[in-house]
């Protein structure tokens, strides 16, 4: 069954640091890539989403994320995050033959002023 | 920008009721969608609805659960006998058309339900 493994649970970093958010995915196949982010009380946004191509993908507000085929790997990057990027970040999945979505446990990360 | 609205924001039902959950997705969009996260767990997929019919549905999906879509614009979830477990937050979501399209899902903000 596919599944998606988000390893860090909880991130606290200060104003500037550089983050890197850790996302594995299980399926055999052909998949869509997607990071949705929630700020509190607000619905899950769409950040940044791979198809195929270019293995580096840019998002909103400064997000990239990067997929390594050989790796099951679609890590989330942001060199100097922002006390505004406070929120939960989840990562999903979807295979290409289906639409359904298949989201990690989510990141909670905390940016301290 | 259009947006996935889902109503009312928080349910509070007695155990053994029927609720149901109301979405209004964005009005072009084709593929309409139900995902839940119990507190503390990953958000987990219910069922996905085309043409107006249900196109999958996960393990979860029993037969308490139904899905509508009574008009043009409405999507609702209903869960005919609630049960404490199924408190959680639950998710509307909604996709256009085309190969690529009908990947991305706009979220909407949810609706918490509890189960008293």
């Known amino acids: 069954a596919q599944s998606v493994s988000q390893h860090n649970h909880h991130v606290i970093l200060s104003e500037a640091a550089s983050l890197e958010l850790g996302c594995n995915y299980s399926?055999?196949?052909?998949?869509?890539l997607f990071w949705y982010v929630q700020y509190p009380g607000q619905h899950l946004q769409l950040l940044l989403k791979y198809f195929s191509g270019d293995p580096l993908v840019k998002g909103i507000k400064g997000f990239e994320a990067e997929f390594i085929k050989s790796k099951f790997s679609f890590n989330l990057r942001k060199p100097s995050v922002q006390w505004s990027d406070t929120a939960e970040y989840f990562c999903?999945?979807?295979?290409?033959?289906?639409?359904?979505?298949?989201f990690g446990t989510g990141t909670s990360l905390t940016v301290i002023p | 920008e259009p947006e996935v609205t889902q109503t009312p924001s928080h349910q509070v039902t007695q155990m053994g009721q029927e609720v149901i959950l109301r979405c209004v997705p964005i009005?072009?969009?084709?593929?309409f969608y139900w995902y839940r996260q119990i507190l503390g767990q990953k958000v987990e997929f219910l069922v996905s609805f085309y043409n107006n019919e249900i196109s999958e549905k996960s393990e979860i999906f029993d037969d308490q659960f139904s899905v509508e879509r009574p008009d043009g614009s409405n999507f609702t979830l209903k869960i005919r006998s609630t049960k404490l477990e199924d408190s959680a937050m639950y998710f509307c979501?909604?996709?256009?058309?085309?190969?690529?399209?009908?990947?991305?899902?706009?979220f909407g903000a949810g609706t918490r339900l509890s189960v008293l």
């Open positions: 999903a999945v979807t295979p290409n033959t289906g639409n359904q979505f298949y």
């Open positions: 979501a909604s996709s256009g058309g085309g190969a690529r399209a009908k990947n991305i899902q706009y």
């Open positions: 399926y055999g196949g052909t998949v869509n």
């Open positions: 009005s072009n969009h084709l593929y």
